[in-house]
């Protein structure tokens, strides 16, 4: 039904916040404690996405090949990160009063990232925007993350709301890919991290900054009358 409030579902890296800087940080202290070079920020841009165990298997990759012991490296960079989850992250512009203005207009919200509960809720104490959302599922909360369609409809059943009434918003393949997966209508930001064009990934509409959410909604009938 259109012209009634919706339940938004929200990426995190790359639509909210910009975390390259943070995690660009951590992945290179475990580097280099392997003895590799460092990658560059925009090399990280082109690694994030896929999960945190994925990042560091792609920055091993592009600095010599895979990791001697994978799973001590991804310990040595969750050590890092969570001790540094906001020193060099920053809200993308706009984003605290159009949550606030998404919020007064009656729509409810919830958080579907890739990124590790634990450094997902740091975050988002860090930036004042837990209050935001009825739901928070990170890529370890449930056996499957996005893009299987498991992880945003097991968002939505965590606040026991309507998929029929949902709608995604992100930056990457990944995030346009589950809504896809879950018959939701998607929202793509054109800025974020992404390895292919925003505009070929399949969301319903595209927008270029985080303000225009509220008019996406309303363009696409799914915002109140």
């Given at each position: 039904m259109n012209g009634r409030p919706r339940t938004l579902v929200f990426d995190l890296d790359g639509t909210l916040i910009h975390s390259a800087p943070d995690l660009a940080a951590a992945l290179n202290l475990v580097l280099e404690e392997a003895g590799r070079a460092r990658v560059t920020l925009h090399q990280v841009t082109q690694m994030i996405g896929d999960g945190v165990a994925v990042l560091v298997e792609r920055g091993f990759t592009a600095t010599g090949g895979s990791a001697d012991d994978p799973e001590a490296r991804l310990d040595r960079f969750h050590h890092h990160y969570n001790k540094a989850t906001a020193d060099l992250t920053e809200l993308y512009p706009g984003v605290m009063e159009t949550l606030e203005a998404l919020a007064n207009d009656g729509h409810r919200m919830a958080l579907c990232t890739n990124k590790p509960a634990v450094?997902?809720?740091?975050?988002?104490k860090a930036f004042g925007l837990a209050g935001f959302f009825e739901a928070v599922a990170g890529g370890d909360t449930f056996s499957v993350r996005k893009p299987?369609?498991?992880?945003?409809l097991g968002t939505l059943q965590m606040m026991d709301a309507d998929p029929e009434h949902a709608v995604m918003i992100g930056d990457s393949p990944n995030d346009i890919q589950v809504a896809l997966n879950a018959a939701i209508p998607a929202i793509a930001v054109s800025y974020g991290y992404r390895r292919v064009p925003a505009a070929e990934m399949g969301a319903d509409i595209l927008i270029d900054h985080f303000t225009e959410v509220p008019d996406a909604l309303r363009k696409l009938g799914l915002a109140p009358a």
């Open positions: 450094a997902t809720a740091s975050v988002l299987s369609p498991g992880h945003l």
